[in-house]
């Protein structure tokens, strides 16, 4: 042990009198460990950490799957929900079902429009969470027309009610109905679901689910459905009993049989980070590839202070000192080199952190669980160790065997060429080629993102408005109100100055999992009920000229769609393909509702584009919108194109509603943009991400070619010198520099293609209209690389054409 103290030592002696090659080993290598420190506290926190909840690896989300084109979410109607209480006893310790309402809460003379849970009896106790304050709910509660009772969350309960510890048993006024607090749930506390969450969201207040099941039709599939499996119990137990339940179903159910229901117990936390998975992995291997480059500069740099350093340790070994004693002091430099490296780096990963936060990538989940934590440091010191290991070892192993006639002797006169160095030069091989790959799949990613902002949505985000509120149903009880009210809304804001046009609709574009429904056109699809679906929205007059939505053929809807005339749909271009290819749909029927009844059939009277309402990237799912005075809905959003900047007419549009009903509350106002922006985010991440970490591998490698041939151009002085002597031409001096480094890069050139080649399908997912094998990215990226490689030889070639022969002799 003492002689290992020694050695650290008099290794920090020697490190404190080279600061230049302390600083920039150092350096190098924060930048590497930083990234990847970053990188891992993401995954980690997002990929790894378990879910906050008890025993998170048997907790489950069913999926009820419909046929090839049918719906497939995790959404189950209230009957199956039961059927599986009764019936999955053997693998399953429980099931628990909930749905989402937004209500207005209205406490200490103060009204907002809250998210609200409407949960089964056993939601939190299968989660494995107890009420900070009072208690859970009981059978009674969650019993049709039972007690209104609510349970609060911890962040409501601190900014609505101040914390007050007494809140458990108050009253107050959700939805305008009198309800009463009876528990508060954990700071902790946060509902994790995964990005195709059905009709149920994170809420601030929780309550009862009281619903008569068996009044809900079975194709009605409105809950979120949650299980847990009984311990010692397999997935693929689960999966199979789960099997033998959709085959009773559809056996004692037509509409399940015509569907081919098919239920999956998929594993809550996969579900919840399927998406973040891809793009978190790709980043991980983007940082592991500049951590390698990292390594491979400073091991060149140990290389080199080694090599000036021959005649010390040939010294040290004539004087007694062996080859492992040598070795280990060259070790300890590097875990030196390496530490302070990882000491820095957790601090760059601590401001990357906040980094990554304030981007805020909407596909990543969890975000509020980052933080460079017990387990990113303890990654840290595994890197830092292994780096110190990766970039040391072949110094050490080079100083572990000193040549000492060449090293004593006195005027020695060798000259070595960079291509001969074989070590050296594979170490700036590797980095080259390492750098390629980085690049290229930097490039694609740029190509992809270039290629997402030009995308045509189906709508113009531009100027327009949404903007959310739902009437509660203790004062407009049914459809007539509905109406009245929303018609009433409708003319005062297009009465508001700078209100351009104004529609509304039951779910606005990029905000969410919308209701969906089956449909048929004609016998055959009627008969296999479920069998495909489509997205729906009741929309009113208006509102598709509002959000900038192409007619393709027919008319939009007007005032007369109405409950006194015949019913009526505007269907999408995928839809109208789907059903009549080849044909004008305009005037064919069809219907969403299994029973068929002749009033049941809606004519078709106009076709759209498609509009992306999920995912920015693809088309979902074929559309069906239907006219808001035909079938009303107490929640709805209303859009404004306006004449400005659309934020500045929040205050006007809420007076205007206010106008109508001053209780009512204005909530989820953001701009199309913005939620536009925020489907781009995923995209804009790794895009921001990987440009850094491709910007950051060329820096390392033009650092590390400069910094090669620079040395082995100073080792060749009096050759240079010598040549010219002899009658060289300067001119061929500079082209026998610039051309090492040439063909240095050349080689990791092609090496970098051919993997790059190979590893670019794992892209595939994370890009957009742009092909793996981009010729493009390609073809530019090597050049970019070539040219920053000549750039990086440029000083030390110029270097070398001032060399004058009577210097460069009389120096040896």
């Known amino acids: 042990m003492e002689q290992i103290v020694r050695d650290f030592h008099v290794a920090m002696r020697g490190l404190s009198k080279s600061t230049a ?70 693998n399953f310790d429980g099931f628990a079902a909930a749905t989402y309402a937004s209500k207005e809460l209205t406490a200490r003379t103060r009204s907002q429009q809250v998210d609200v849970g409407l949960i089964s009896e056993n939601f939190f106790s299968l989660l494995g969470v107890e009420p900070m304050l009072g208690r859970a709910f009981s059978s009674q509660e969650t019993l049709p027309n039972g007690p209104q009772v609510a349970i609060l969350s911890h962040r409501i309960w601190q900014q609505q009610f101040g914390g007050n510890p007494g809140i458990v048993g108050q009253s107050v006024s959700i939805g305008r109905v009198p309800t009463t607090i009876v528990g508060v749930l954990p700071a902790g506390f946060e509902l994790d679901l995964p990005p195709e969450k059905f009709l149920m969201e994170d809420s601030d207040i929780y309550q009862p689910l009281q619903i008569e099941i068996d009044k809900v039709p079975r194709n009605l599939t409105g809950m ?88 010390e340790m040939a010294v040290r070994c004539a004087l007694g000192a062996t080859g492992a004693r040598l070795a280990r002091q060259v070790l300890a430099e590097s875990l030196l080199v390496s530490g302070f490296g990882g000491a820095a780096g957790i601090l760059l990963a601590n401001l990357g952190v906040r980094v990554l936060l304030a981007l805020h990538p909407a596909s990543l989940p969890r975000l509020n669980e980052i933080a460079v934590d017990g387990w990113v440091l303890a990654y840290t010191a595994a890197i830092s160790l292994g780096t110190a290991l990766l970039f040391g070892l072949a110094p050490a192993l080079q100083a572990s065997r000193p040549d000492l006639r060449d090293a004593l002797a006195e005027g020695s006169r060798s000259s070595q060429r960079l291509t001969k160095s074989k070590l050296a030069s594979g170490l700036v091989l590797g980095q080259v080629a390492l750098s390629v790959v980085l690049m290229i799949a930097c490039c694609l990613l740029l190509r992809s993102f270039v290629r997402l902002q030009h995308l045509q949505p189906g709508f113009d985000p531009g100027d327009v408005l949404p903007c959310r509120f739902s009437l509660p149903r203790s ?124 009033n049941d059939w809606a004519t078709v009277v106009g076709v759209i584009a498609h509009v992306r309402a999920h995912d920015i990237t693809t088309n979902v799912r074929e559309q069906i919108y239907l006219p808001y005075y035909q079938q009303p809905s107490p929640a709805m959003v209303f859009a404004v194109k306006t004449a400005g900047d659309p934020s500045a007419l929040v205050p006007s549009l809420t007076r205007a509603v206010h106008n109508v009903d001053p209780n009512l509350a204005v909530f989820q106002v953001h701009t199309m943009q913005e939620y536009f922006n925020l489907a781009m985010a995923q995209a804009r991440f790794i895009l921001i991400l990987s440009g850094i970490f491709g910007g950051v ?54 090496l970098g293609m051919a993997a790059a080649l190979g590893a670019a399908d794992l892209l595939r997912g994370l890009l957009y209209g742009v092909s793996a094998s981009d010729a493009l990215s390609f073809f530019s990226v090597p050049l970019i690389l070539l040219a920053v490689a000549m750039l990086a030889a440029f000083l030390p070639a110029r270097q070398a054409l001032q060399v004058e022969p009577t210097t460069a002799l009389r120096s040896e």
Request: charged share 20%; glycine share 8%.
């Open 475 to 598: 004062a407009y009880a049914e459809g007539t109100a509905w109406r009245t009210a929303y018609r009433r809304i409708l003319d005062q804001l297009r009465a508001t100055p700078g209100a351009l046009a104004v529609g509304e609709t039951e779910k606005a574009p990029l905000t969410g999992s919308g209701p969906q429904t089956p449909y048929a056109w004609d016998d055959e699809t009627l008969h296999h009920w479920e069998s495909i679906s489509a997205d729906w929205r009741n929309v009113s007059p208006g509102y598709l000229t509002t959000m900038g939505v192409r007619l393709v053929a027919g008319r939009q809807f007007t005032d007369q769609d109405d409950e006194q005339h015949p019913r009526v749909v505007i269907i999408d271009e995928l839809l109208a393909r789907k059903a009549w290819p080849g044909q004008n749909p305009i005037g064919k029927r069809l219907t969403m509702d299994d029973k068929a009844a002749p």
């Open 697 to 750: 591998a060329l820096l390392l490698t033009s650092v590390g070619i400069y910094g090669l041939i620079s040395y082995f151009t100073s080792k060749r002085v009096r050759e240079f010198g010598i040549r010219i002597a002899l009658g060289a031409q300067r001119q061929d001096i500079y082209r026998m520099v610039i051309g090492d480094g040439f063909k240095l890069a050349a080689a990791g050139v092609v």
């Open 224 to 311: 979120t459905v949650l299980a847990r499996l009984k311990p010692g119990a397999t997935w693929a137990q689960a999966q199979a009993e789960m099997d033998g339940i959709a085959a009773q179903l559809r056996r004692e159910h037509a509409v399940h049989q015509m569907s081919g229901l098919r239920i999956r117990a998929v594993p809550l936390q996969k579900d919840v980070v399927k998406r973040a998975r891809l793009p978190l992995l790709a980043l991980l291997v983007a940082v592991g590839l500049v951590l390698l480059i990292a390594c491979g500069n400073v091991a060149n740099l140990l290389l080199a202070r080694a090599t000036s350093r021959k005649r």
């Open 21 to 90: 090659f302390t600083l920039a080993a150092v350096t190098t290598l924060a930048l590497g460990i930083g990234a990847n420190s970053t990188i891992f506290s993401v995954a980690s926190n997002v990929l790894l950490r378990p879910l906050a909840y008890r025993d998170p690896g048997r907790l489950a989300i069913i999926w009820n799957d419909y046929g090839s084109g049918g719906q497939s979410l995790p959404a189950v109607s209230a009957p199956d929900f039961r059927d599986y209480q009764l019936r999955a006893t053997q």
